[in-house]
């Protein structure tokens, strides 16, 4: 079936650090692609999506391109800030077996810690 | 505008006693989800509902049940509770295709 895997944290930065979260996946056919976070305490919260292959999404300085040909689709930030500081979310959207809906498959979360 | 709202924000439950968490969205979303997290295993798909009057089983559905009685809520409740249903529980919603969920705040649930 269809999966999601990051890299496993915690990963810890210095501010102004350059960052990248790995996300691959398996999928059939043409997903989209999300990466959501999670700040302490709180639900999550859509960061930036791609719909198909070779879309950038973007958002409070993260990017991540939807990559086809490596079934990748990683998150960048160029200078992290402590308020980056979060657990990060990828997830893929499937239908599910009848049709009927899309649900996202998630991984697992890579917890940032950013240091000033 | 609101969103999503969970309630409550946090319960301590006993063993075997009955417990509905409640989720109510203003978006006039179709689809609504249930979600656990927890530590290690990410978020788990308990339940959801693609529509008004209808409901669907998640990855772990298994002592919890769901109502949809209007497009609004989307109520979970834990029949019996069990201390393996100590999490903490988010609620989602998104348009009648499905892409981006938007989530409440979470009920931390422990039961004792």
């Known amino acids: 079936g269809n999966s999601v895997t990051q890299m496993e944290g915690p990963v810890t930065l210095s501010e102004e650090a350059f960052l990248t979260i790995n996300c691959t996946y398996t999928?059939?056919?043409?997903?989209?692609l999300f990466w959501y976070v999670q700040y302490p305490g709180e639900g999550l919260q859509l960061l930036l999506k791609?719909?198909?292959a070779d879309d950038k999404g973007s958002n409070k300085g993260f990017e991540a391109t939807y990559r086809k040909e490596t079934t990748s689709f990683h998150l960048e930030k160029g200078s992290v800030q402590v308020s980056d500081s979060a657990v990060y979310f990828c997830?893929?959207?499937?239908?599910?077996?009848?049709?009927?809906?899309?649900?996202?498959?998630w991984g697992l979360g890579t917890s940032l810690a950013v240091n000033p | 505008i609101a969103g999503i709202t969970q309630a409550p924000t946090s319960q301590i439950l006993a063993a075997g006693r009955r417990m509905t968490l409640r989720c109510t969205q203003d978006?006039?979303?179709?689809?609504m989800y249930w979600y656990r997290q927890d530590l290690g295993l990410g978020l788990r798909l308990i339940h959801y509902?693609?529509?008004?009057?209808?409901?669907g089983k998640g990855e772990v559905p298994d002592g919890y049940s769901v109502s949809r009685a209007n497009t609004d809520d989307f109520p979970l409740t834990l029949a019996s509770a069990v201390p393996s249903q100590t999490s903490v529980y988010f609620c989602?919603?998104?348009?009648?295709?499905?892409?981006?969920?938007?989530f409440g705040p979470g009920t931390r649930l422990t039961v004792t």
């Open positions: 989602a919603s998104s348009d009648s295709v499905g892409h981006e969920q938007y």
């Open positions: 509902s693609n529509t008004a009057g209808t409901t």
């Open positions: 999928a059939t056919g043409y997903p989209s």
């Open positions: 791609a719909t198909k």
């Open positions: 978006m006039r979303h179709n689809a």
């Open positions: 997830a893929l959207s499937e239908w599910d077996s009848a049709g009927n809906n899309r649900k996202l498959i």
